[in-house]
């Protein structure tokens, strides 16, 4: 299995609060990526890292703010959190990002609940 | 419209069957084709790659049908160990552009 964590891996909190998840890697991949997995929509695009200090916005980034301050950390902040952010957060990380053959490896999520 | 839509089942089937899901995409421009499975409260895994000759992997073989726009996954002699969710995953040019479906969920029963 690819070297992938998330932390925490189950966060409840309140409406309005600030949240920062965490993805590390240890297999050195420049790409990293962090979806959202809600009933009937399959995982949706928040924001991708293409290197070190480079990010751009996925399908779904509004509300979502990331850093990449080193090659194997990934974050991603939710500066105010809402309801309709409670979801399964999923970290992926790939070798490169183009030409769109290659594998993206999963981190074991993280269960948010926005009360 | 959902870019790439999935039957969601559920699909309850005896060991040793075979069952087929099927997925279609709307975006003609997509370029590589994925089938990954996810078994419950777990990550997505690649299954396979989806190729235009189409491909077989032991008991899975996939198909594009680019015309249609249509991909399938075909699993013979079903084990107990295939229940899970499998994921059609669509990317349109490079990894930062995927397109999932909301997966086709499979009961193997004894």
């Known amino acids: 299995d690819a070297g992938i964590t998330q932390s925490p891996r189950h966060k409840v909190t309140e409406t309005g609060t600030p949240v920062t998840l965490r993805c590390h890697q240890t297999?050195?991949?420049?790409?990293m990526y962090w979806y959202r997995q809600d009933p009937g929509h399959g995982l949706r695009l928040i924001h991708y890292?293409?290197?070190?200090?480079?990010?751009d916005k996925g399908e779904v980034s509004d509300g979502y703010s990331v850093s990449r301050s080193k090659t194997e950390d990934f974050l991603l902040t939710l500066e105010s959190a809402t309801s309709s952010q409670t979801s399964v957060y999923f970290c992926?990380?790939?070798?490169?990002?183009?030409?769109?053959?290659?594998?993206?490896?999963f981190g074991p999520g993280t269960r948010l609940l926005v009360l | 419209r959902k870019e790439v839509e999935q039957d969601p089942g559920p699909f309850n089937v005896p060991e040793g069957a075979t069952v087929a899901f099927n997925c279609t995409y709307s975006?003609?421009?997509?370029?590589?084709f994925f089938w990954y499975r996810q078994d419950c409260r777990k990550e997505p895994k690649l299954l396979m790659s989806?190729?235009?000759s189409g491909n077989e992997d032991g008991r899975f073989t996939a198909q594009l049908n680019r015309a249609s726009q249509y991909i399938s996954l075909l699993i013979r002699d079903s084990k107990l160990s295939d229940s899970a969710t499998y994921l059609c995953?669509?990317?349109?040019?490079?990894?930062?552009?995927?397109?999932f479906g909301a997966g086709t969920r499979l009961t193997v029963k004894p």
């Open positions: 992926a990380i790939s070798e490169s990002g183009s030409p769109g053959w290659e594998t993206q490896y």
């Open positions: 297999e050195n991949h420049r790409y």
């Open positions: 890292s293409y290197g070190v200090k480079d990010t």
């Open positions: 975006n003609s421009a997509s370029q590589s």
């Open positions: 989806v190729y235009s």
């Open positions: 995953v669509v990317n349109r040019r490079n990894n930062n552009d995927m397109r």
